[in-house]
């Protein structure tokens, strides 16, 4: 009965390579996002998915490209993975933008 | 911009209060949620705060003013559990993406 649910909870890989993390909820949310959180736990939104419109944090590189093929699923695909994309992964959703988001448990991305 | 100032550590007794504040600095102000996040775990919902005033769940209460652009978590009895960080979150407008704080790490000790 696992409400926001993303997978692997851990990858680690090497620089270069192209990797891909799901996520899934079952809320029946309206709304998902994936945020990064890096080494000092600095929480950072990447993108938020609403009703098929897509909202970018500008400061994130255009490696990364979100996917949604429905309203239930919001996946994450990295290109030419860098040493500086280490970090933990959270995806997460609510039922409209001004609702409490519930989070995933986190993919923890280690390049080596 | 948005700038989302709190404290980074703080220390508290078990059994003790604590008052955690957020300072918040936006263009607009769509609401402000807190929440918490034991170490290697998912952050989770605490409370929302849209108006001013205290908003009251069980031993946890956030407080709200939008002239002052600031909130704070009160945590009272405190217990060993509560050791995790606590994480501010300001939207600014309309439907943009919650803007968190770097959080603050409360350490709960004997």
């Known amino acids: 009965d696992t409400a926001v649910s993303q997978t692997p909870k851990y990858l680690v890989t090497q620089m270069g390579n192209d990797k891909s993390i799901k996520c899934e909820q079952n809320?029946?949310?309206?709304?998902m996002y994936w945020y990064k959180q890096d080494s000092k736990k600095f929480l950072k939104i990447m993108f938020s998915?609403?009703?098929?419109?897509?909202?970018i944090n500008e400061t994130v590189p255009n490696r990364f490209s979100p996917k949604s093929p429905d309203k239930a699923h919001l996946n994450l695909h990295i290109n030419s993975l860098e040493l500086g994309d280490s970090a933990v992964y959270f995806c997460?959703?609510?039922?409209?933008?001004?609702?409490?988001?519930?989070f995933g448990d986190g993919t923890r991305l280690s390049i080596l | 911009g948005q700038n989302i100032d709190q404290p980074t550590e703080m220390t508290a007794t078990e059994g003790a209060i604590v008052q955690i504040n957020c300072t918040y600095q936006?263009?607009?102000?769509?609401?402000l949620f807190w929440y918490q996040q034991h170490a290697g775990e998912a952050p989770t919902f605490l409370s929302y705060?849209?108006?001013?005033g205290l908003e009251e769940k069980g031993r946890f209460s956030s407080f709200l003013s939008r002239s002052k652009g600031y909130s704070y978590l009160l945590l009272k009895e405190l217990q060993m559990k509560d050791s995790a960080s606590y994480l501010c979150?300001?939207?600014?407008?309309?439907?943009?993406?919650?803007?968190f704080g770097k959080g603050t790490r409360l350490s709960v000790i004997a």
């Open positions: 979150a300001v939207r600014d407008r309309g439907n943009t993406p919650l803007v």
């Open positions: 997460a959703s609510s039922q409209s933008p001004n609702q409490p988001q519930h």
């Open positions: 998915y609403n009703n098929k419109e897509l909202i």
């Open positions: 809320l029946g949310h309206d709304t």
């Open positions: 705060n849209v108006l001013d």
């Open positions: 936006t263009s607009g102000f769509n609401g």
